[in-house]
């Protein structure tokens, strides 16, 4: 017998300020059409003053335990991916295990931008199958409008803020590719492309800092790193391309979309895309599209879904599961 981590809840939560692209045009040399054919954004959500990545994250929580059938009572651990907790420490993850009530378990944060729930998800499969914990909720949540520079229109124009969360729950598989849960992990990172994404500011610079992006060149790493990092994990799957449902990936630009779908030989119709209403929402992407994807009737029990992003580091990996 073999512990898997099988999903059996999903929610999200979207900050109700939409912002379309046109609002950037009266204050930046931008416009509707080239960010709409550049990256495929048309709108995202801004989280209003005062409202925290803890809040949003919590929000999802409660929708994804909702899904489940099950309370906070029922949860052994919380892993929130973020780049933009709250507060230095303690973590959003035990924020929210607070506003959710929550005082038993544990709550901790993973730090790797917009893989981060990439890397969530594979130490919440890690922890599951070790028997560390049995149910864990699994969360990506970001406010990634605190650190744009609104004076880059390289860089404001891409990003919004929302969460997505996941229940992972301990069940019996039988060790092969049937089996529902996480079948498969591959996770990488090197630090030597820092500068291709990073915040120019962070507590031992005693500035938060914006975000900087060499986005042409971040681009160029994408296709080529995503396609291989999602192949290697259907690989150690014992998964082809072909007995793939649904590729969830990070929503960054829908031509870096496009062309690793291409590039892994599937066609756009096996790919859950939600880019063009949330923008670039970091950790919180893959969750957030995981639940709009099973709103929409897209992802249902039994399909393989592969998950995968990139990220400042450059970090990135893949994800699959048996829904
Ligand atoms: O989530 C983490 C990972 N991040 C990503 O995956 C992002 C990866 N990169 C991208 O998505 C794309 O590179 C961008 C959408 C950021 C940019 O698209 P691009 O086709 O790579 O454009 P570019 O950066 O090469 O810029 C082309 C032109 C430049 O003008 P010149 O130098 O050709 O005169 C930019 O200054 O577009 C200009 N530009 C803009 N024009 C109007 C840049 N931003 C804007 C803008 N509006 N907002």
Redesign the pocket.
């Given at each position: 017998m073999t512990l898997r981590a099988v999903a059996i809840g999903i929610g999200h939560y979207l900050p109700d300020r939409v912002v379309p692209n046109s609002e950037?045009e009266a204050t930046?040399?931008?416009?509707d059409e080239?960010?709409r054919s550049?990256?495929g954004i048309e709108r995202r959500h801004f989280a209003a003053d005062g409202e925290t990545t803890s809040n949003l994250a919590s929000k999802a929580a409660t929708a994804a335990l909702q899904d489940a059938g099950l309370s906070a009572a029922d949860i052994d651990a919380i892993i929130v991916a973020t780049s933009t907790a709250d507060l230095t420490f303690p973590s959003a993850a035990t924020m929210v295990q607070a506003e959710l009530g929550m005082r038993h378990g544990f709550a901790f944060d993973v730090q790797a931008?917009?893989a981060g729930f990439v890397y969530a998800l594979s130490t919440a499969n890690a922890m599951i199958v070790s028997g560390q914990a049995r149910r864990v909720l699994v969360i990506g949540a970001e406010t990634f409008s605190r650190i744009m520079d609104w004076t880059d229109?390289?860089?404001c124009?891409?990003f919004g803020d929302g969460a997505g969360a996941l229940v992972l729950e301990a069940q019996d598989g039988t060790g092969t590719s049937e089996d529902r849960g996480v079948l498969a992990t591959d996770l990488h990172s090197d630090g030597q492309f820092k500068d291709l994404?990073y915040v120019d500011g962070g507590v031992s610079t005693q500035t938060t800092g914006h975000l900087r992006?060499q986005?042409?060149q971040?681009?160029r790493h994408?296709v080529e790193k995503l396609a291989a990092t999602a192949e290697a994990a259907l690989d150690k799957a014992g998964l082809s391309a072909e007995e793939v449902d649904w590729i969830v990936p990070?929503q960054?630009?829908i031509?870096?979309i496009q062309g690793t779908a291409r590039k892994m030989g599937l066609d756009m119709e096996k790919v859950v895309v939600t880019v063009q209403d949330h923008g670039?929402t970091?950790a919180a992407?893959i969750p957030l599209a995981l639940s709009v994807g099973k709103q929409r009737g897209q992802i249902k029990t039994g399909d393989v879904v592969v998950t995968e992003?990139?990220?400042?580091g450059l970090a990135w990996g893949a994800v699959v599961l048996r829904w």
């Open positions: 950037f930046l040399d931008t416009s080239w960010i550049r990256s931008v917009c229109r390289a860089t124009v891409l994404l992006m986005g042409n971040v681009f994408a990070h960054a630009n031509r870096i670039n970091s992407s992003a990139i990220g400042g």
